[in-house]
């Protein structure tokens, strides 16, 4: 299975602020790879597709790079409704699997 | 716009067999585009892909849970489901239904029931 890991957790940052999350995988994935956004008690909502694709109807404020075993999901500016849980999943090979999640929390 | 909605029981004995439910609305779940499949999160904790089956009928399934997992799909009732034999307390979560695009990013989710394992 191919291991997905999240830093930092939680991570703790002021409106406006710029803010990056990292997700690494345990061997080379492409591009594969996708990012959710979870609110409490909420289904997560997937934010980005294929490392850097922003899904339809999400906030340009997200965006995502990288490849091969190291990626990013960064807010540009960050809002009060974006305090949440963000998890990786990487859809490279079967079993998909996800990080442990990074709490992002609003100072 | 798609819709889906998981249902079934929300408490299980040890030892016997989970079973759920994810209706489909908003869409058919007979279209060649897509697979269809389940995620669970226990609670407090993070997610688990279960497996996904394609409107043929084929399935993928984690090996971690292959053994005791079996998905299905009627498309007469735009269903989907999810059967896991021999649950544990360890099988307490929160069950999602969810829609894996041809990335196999899950694009659309069910609100997600909570299943608790119980005597």
């Known amino acids: 299975d191919i291991q997905m890991t999240q830093s930092p957790s939680p991570l703790s940052a002021s409106v406006g602020d710029r803010v990056t999350i990292t997700c690494r995988a345990s061997?080379?994935?492409?591009?594969?790879l996708n990012w959710y956004q979870q609110k409490p008690g909420k289904a997560p909502k997937l934010l980005i597709y294929?490392?850097?694709s922003l899904q339809s109807g999400v906030s340009s404020r997200f965006s995502g790079s990288g490849s091969g075993t190291d990626f990013t999901l960064t807010i540009s500016s960050l809002q009060p409704e974006d305090s949440a849980i963000y998890y990786c999943?990487?859809?490279?090979?079967?079993?998909?699997?996800f990080g442990g999640g990074t709490e992002v929390e609003i100072k | 716009q798609l819709q889906l909605q998981e249902s079934g029981p929300g408490l299980v004995k040890p030892s016997e067999t989970l079973s759920l439910t994810c209706t489909v609305s908003?869409?058919?779940?007979?279209?060649?585009?897509?697979?269809w499949g389940w995620i669970r999160q226990p609670p407090g904790k993070g997610l688990e892909w279960i497996g996904t089956?394609?409107?043929?009928?084929?399935?993928y399934y984690n090996p971690s849970l292959k053994s005791r997992v079996t998905i299905s799909i009627d498309t007469s009732k735009n269903q989907f489901s999810l059967k896991l034999s021999s649950v544990t307390a360890a099988d307490t979560a929160v069950y999602y239904c969810?829609?894996?695009?041809?990335?196999?990013?899950?694009?659309?989710w069910g609100q997600g029931t909570l299943v608790t394992v119980s005597s």
């Open positions: 969810a829609r894996p695009t041809g990335a196999r990013a899950f694009d659309f």
């Open positions: 908003g869409g058919s779940i007979s279209s060649s585009s897509y697979y």
């Open positions: 089956v394609y409107y043929t009928g084929s399935t």
């Open positions: 061997q080379s994935i492409s591009s594969s």
């Open positions: 294929a490392a850097s």
């Open positions: 999943q990487q859809s490279y090979s079967t079993p998909l699997t």
